[in-house]
């Protein structure tokens, strides 16, 4: 069924209409094939309303004097009877015609020979029409002749649409893009602006641990300072998200660190202090300088010893290695066990915000395992996982060792 024709004649809706047409590259193409196959001596492609007559494209070679984005008034046309009819007009010698020897349109514009043929688009919104004039007679009442018209208003059309359809796209990717660098910097900002207020939070924590012996108040302390610390964590993956996003990706200070092993060893403290009630098995065999930067392969197995410590099965151990390959890299993994990660979700898991269906409200933002990607990316390395019933859930950080990335 078709679709209604266009009725609108906003001038900025006629101004990107001609612009649109004027896109197409093979429109002059087909207008010039027109007049040399036809013997006419002006072709034009056509806006046509209840109101207006636009020349979007023309091919003038009897200087009939209408330019692109020129106007007549539809009244005037023989357009407006194809466009009613939605059916092509011909008049191979209009004085002699019986149906248009006394119409005023080949008077006004002293033509013998006319004619056009509506231009739909898909799904049926009449566009216009692609035309044909000329002050001599000419036989375009041949049926190769409109067969030729009707094929070309039928590309035109076809064109319409794909160029619609890409300025659609171009202006959706335009908005996205917009979108994502506004959340993005109010993303960075506000993690800045909360720091403040946090450090707070945590130094009254600190203050209710320390300086009072009643063991209620130094129970909420210590649960206040570990939720902001939690929160803490929480901005600081916000903010490298940000940097990553707005920049050029994960920032390092890659330096030689001769005591690794002891920065590790750190990190699986404070999480198994944060966690009690789970058992943590480590094997950390560092023995010699690593070209890295402490501070972010510190957060990259936080990141991954918590991510373990909340999805693994709570009955069973997470296990923490770290030690050298081939004298050429540093493998770091973390292993636990418990219901693996669907096949379907594998290459999802590195994705930001992207969390499993089956993760409770207030879980994190899901940036932990994308910000550790970035890490290992920006030393050289990789971070991959793999997930199965038997082996449990692994992930692994090889990183290249003694070499500035």
Not at 139 to 150: E, G, K
């Amino acid at each position: 069924m078709s679709g209604p024709a266009s009725n609108s004649d906003d001038p900025l809706e006629i101004a990107r209409d001609v612009a649109l047409v004027r896109r197409i590259s093979a429109v002059p193409s087909l207008l010039k094939l027109v007049c040399q196959n036809t013997g006419m001596g002006f072709a034009a492609v056509a806006r046509v309303t209840d109101g207006t007559w636009t020349a979007c494209a023309v091919q003038d070679d009897i200087e009939f004097g209408l330019a692109p984005g020129g106007q007549l008034d539809v009244k005037t046309t023989l357009c407006r009877e194809a466009r009613a009819a939605r059916q092509p007009v011909v008049i191979d010698h209009a004085s002699q015609d019986p149906v248009y020897f006394d119409h005023h349109t080949p008077r006004l514009y002293n033509i013998e020979s006319y004619i056009s043929v509506p231009i739909l688009r898909p799904g049926g919104d009449y566009f216009g029409n692609l035309c044909a004039i000329d002050p001599r007679p000419h036989v375009v009442s041949d049926p190769r002749t409109v067969t030729m018209f009707t094929v070309f208003a039928e590309l035109i059309g076809l064109q319409l649409a794909s160029e619609d359809h890409q300025a659609e796209v171009e202006s959706a990717l335009a908005l996205e893009r917009s979108t994502a660098e506004l959340r993005e910097q109010f993303i960075a900002v506000l993690g800045h602006d909360l720091r403040n207020p946090l450090a707070a939070v945590g130094a009254t924590a600190e203050l209710m641990v320390r300086s009072t012996g009643e063991p209620q108040m130094v129970k909420l302390g210590t649960r206040l300072r570990a939720t902001a610390r939690r929160m803490s964590n929480l901005i600081d993956d916000v903010l490298d998200f940000a940097r990553g996003r707005l920049g050029s990706g994960m920032g390092i200070e890659a330096a030689e660190v001769p005591d690794l092993a002891r920065s590790m060893h750190e990190v699986v403290a404070e999480l198994r202090e944060a966690n009690p009630q789970r058992e943590v098995v480590e094997q950390i065999r560092i023995d010699r300088p690593v070209h890295c930067d402490r501070g972010r392969l510190q957060q990259l197995l936080s990141n991954l010893l918590g991510n373990a410590l909340t999805y693994g099965a709570a009955d069973r151990p997470v296990a923490v290695s770290a030690g050298f390959e081939d004298d050429r890299w540093l493998v770091l993994s973390v292993a636990n066990q418990g219901e693996p990660i669907s096949p379907a979700n594998l290459p999802l898991v590195f994705e930001p915000y992207w969390r499993p269906h089956t993760s409770k409200p207030g879980g994190g933002l899901g940036l932990g395992l994308y910000i550790c990607a970035q890490i290992a990316r920006a030393h050289g390395g990789e971070l991959c996982v793999s997930s199965t019933v038997e082996s449990g859930t692994v992930f692994t950080a090889r990183l290249p060792i003694g070499v500035t990335p």
